[in-house]
């Protein structure tokens, strides 16, 4: 039996986390030993799992908002210690199809392969643009169909964006960035990497996963047949003010530990001009990366 541990980050959102373990209930796991860590992320009220969890749903609650990364990493280290051989990474306001573990698991007997990650829809009715798409189309619309990287202006995106799938990214094929939302990993690639590097506490802590990941030599692979369904930005909200501080802050730690030379420079003048004339947030956040006040910052929620 291969032992996978799947990690779930909870913050606030019940309705969600527990819609996510009722899907996770249905899926298939034969010839796996599938257990859960839900880490309560410092959540206003304490979560409690729903009556009739499985004893294979762990819970942890942590006092301190840890962030993605360091939420994360709890789940990670307490599944390595357990003996898992594989670390599923997941958000709580997704939803699984039934095969899409098996999936992911079936091309990790290959050495060079350390990430995979699967398809991802968004969820009916939080699709970016609704009025685009008919009835008929909703639930088929990509949220990620594999990553890419701009390095040239230190952004990543998610391929097929928006698009109705129509099979057009139905190839297994390796992909230069797996999102953090969903994504299994090996143990060997999380001892090496040593999971989420804390600093960034929310947004680019899976670009900076990923890139450990290549360095060492393994591959990421977009798995089609392996299906998901995302509520985007169910935690944070799209445009907030904790995403101009924490995505402006981070873009910078990443950019300058990874992008070329002239990338970097680019980045720095960017900075600049964000720190001029850039939104409240934006400009604490690039003030904070020269500062080096890292994991939580000084973001303040509920700031506006």
């Known amino acids: 039996m291969i032992k996978i541990y799947i990690s779930i980050l909870h913050f606030n959102t019940p309705k969600e986390t527990n819609e996510c373990l009722e899907s996770l209930s249905k899926i298939s796991s034969a010839g796996m030993d599938v257990k859960v860590v839900v880490i309560d992320n410092a959540s206003r009220e304490k ?27 709890k789940g990670i280290l307490y599944g390595l210690s357990k003996g898992a051989e594989f670390i599923l990474i ?94 299994l990993i090996k143990r060997e690639v999380l001892e090496k990497t040593k999971g989420f ?23 990421i692979l977009y798995v089609p047949k392996s299906i998901v369904w995302h509520n985007n930005a169910g935690s944070s909200g799209s445009g907030s003010t904790l995403q101009d501080y924490y995505i402006s802050r981070n873009r910078l730690l990443f950019g300058m530990s990874y992008a070329p030379l002239r990338a970097r420079v680019a ?23 020269y500062l080096k006040r890292f994991g939580r910052g000084t973001f303040v929620p509920g700031s506006s």
């Open 47 to 73: 979560y409690s799992l729903p009556k009739g969890t499985s004893s294979s749903v762990h819970l942890i609650r942590s006092e301190v908002n840890l962030g993605f990364a360091g939420g994360h990493n």
């Open 90 to 183: 997941l958000n709580n306001d997704t939803i699984l199809e039934k095969d899409f573990l098996k999936e992911l698991l079936s091309p990790m007997n290959s050495e060079k392969i350390g990430v995979t990650v699967p398809k991802i829809y968004f969820t009916k009715g939080h699709e970016f643009h609704k009025e685009r798409y008919s009835n008929s189309e909703t639930g088929k619309i990509f949220w990620y169909a594999g990553g890419i990287i701009d390095w040239q202006n230190v952004i990543s995106s998610h391929r097929g964006v928006d698009e109705v799938d129509k099979g057009q990214y139905d190839k297994m094929e390796p992909t230069e960035f797996a999102t953090g939302a969903c994504l």
């Open 197 to 219: 590097d804390e600093r960034y506490f929310l947004y680019y802590e899976d670009g900076d996963l990923n890139m450990k990941v290549k360095r060492l030599g393994y591959k």
């Open 267 to 289: 980045l720095f003048r960017e900075s600049l001009k964000i720190l001029v004339s850039g939104r409240k947030w934006q400009k604490i956040g690039v003030r904070d990366y």
